[in-house]
């Protein structure tokens, strides 16, 4: 089993799920290039699996659905998605050939963005989080609350903490300014960005990363400790009502940081 992770626009992943005889889990394939690039090294789409209906991760579905007409496409219930051949939601199961995974609904950045967690039958699960969950980050609330996407975060927190975490954008570097300065006392937090730092400067991905790391070192999955919240308190000038408010802290201080 081989998990690639294809480049695509700017920062894009698309991720794909390969097995010995070279079928593959295609996930969030917003460009169909990519895909179709790598089927040159001998990998074939047995399905292609959604997190939700932005165009940078369902855009290439059409044209791969061209390129094979029956090919199965997973996706969350939510018509912005109309290549979907399969409509999957919260509680659900996709099985393709020999994986299997099972769909947890993640709202936050959008209402009806859905994960997969899973994979073969050996070797550490995959978690496919699309934008709710990136490394040291989280994704923008674009249709859902605070509430909602710290909700989301702990159901994916509460997973195995050997899976790993799969999501849809190399913006490793970019959260690690942040978390620095909301927990700058980390240790686990500056080796995994002194370890992201190398490997892009080797040009090669930050992810997939364990989420057992994520917890030692995102502070949007950190909510709780006690750095976490003298950082936002420090922010709002007072403490926060409760973690909810500690949160949506967190998430406005991202949007508006400048590193």
């Known amino acids: 089993m081989r998990l690639l992770a294809l480049p695509a626009f700017e ?36 399905a ?18 061209a390129r094979w ?18 409509r999957v939601g919260d509680g659900g199961t996709v099985q393709v050939k020999h994986w299997r995974l099972s ?5 936050g950045h959008t209402r009806s ?11 550490p699960s995959h978690l496919f989080c699309g934008d709710t969950l990136f490394s040291l980050g989280c994704g923008r609330l674009f249709e859902g609350t605070p509430a909602q996407m710290l909700a989301s975060l702990e159901r994916l927190a509460a997973l195995p903490s050997s899976s790993l975490v799969c999501c849809g954008h190399e913006y490793t570097l970019a959260n690690a300014a942040f978390a620095s300065a909301v927990d700058p006392h980390n240790q686990a937090l500056r080796r995994r960005s002194e370890e992201a730092r190398g490997m ?13 790391s994520e917890i030692a070192t995102n502070p949007f999955l950190r909510v709780d400790t006690d750095a976490v919240r003298a950082a936002v308190t420090h922010r709002l000038g007072r403490p ?20």
């Open 11 to 46: 920062d894009n992943y698309i991720w794909a799920l390969v097995d010995d005889d070279g079928d593959a889990l295609v996930i969030d394939p917003g460009d169909a290039a990519p895909v179709l690039a790598a089927t040159g090294n001998g990998l074939w789409p047995a």
């Open 48 to 65: 292609v699996l959604v997190t939700h209906h932005h165009a940078d991760h369902a855009g290439g579905i059409a044209a791969l659905r």
């Open 69 to 86: 007409p029956t090919l199965p496409v997973f996706a969350p219930e939510d018509e912005r998605i109309p290549d979907a051949t399969e």
């Open 103 to 107: 769909v947890l609904a993640v709202p």
């Open 113 to 123: 963005h859905i994960a997969f967690h899973g994979g073969g039958t050996d070797g």
């Open 200 to 212: 892009r400067q080797a040009g090669r991905p930050t992810l997939p990363v364990t989420l057992a």
């Open 240 to 259: 926060p009502a409760d973690r909810v408010e500690t949160f949506a802290t967190l998430r406005q201080w991202k949007n508006d940081f400048r590193a």
